[in-house]
């Protein structure tokens, strides 16, 4: 038993080092200029922050957000259809739907979703 412990320590061991050899030999040494830039999303880092950022860019990513966080809360409905009275999982889905459909509404009414030509 005690033979297994030193040679399963020693083959840990070997493997260790043979991690952090093989890590510090197949590091790329070249510094790519976008690699080290603190942005990654476009922006040129030399240049002034300042510059003025498309607002329905933003728009359509937080509206794709919203979406999606909304399906993941959508998927666990139909998995507790099993487990639920009919007629409280209809009232939840509509009225969960009926937000969502709203919101788009809104959204659509204010112009966020139409793209600038």
Known sequence: MKIILIMSSIISLILLILVLVLNLISKKTFADREKSSPFECGFDPKNSARLPFSLQFFLIAVIFLIFDVEITLLLPLILTLNFSNLKNYSIISLFFLL???????????????????
């Open 99 to 117: 937000i969502l459909l709203i919101g788009l509404y809104h959204e659509w009414n204010q112009g966020a979703l139409t793209w600038a030509s």
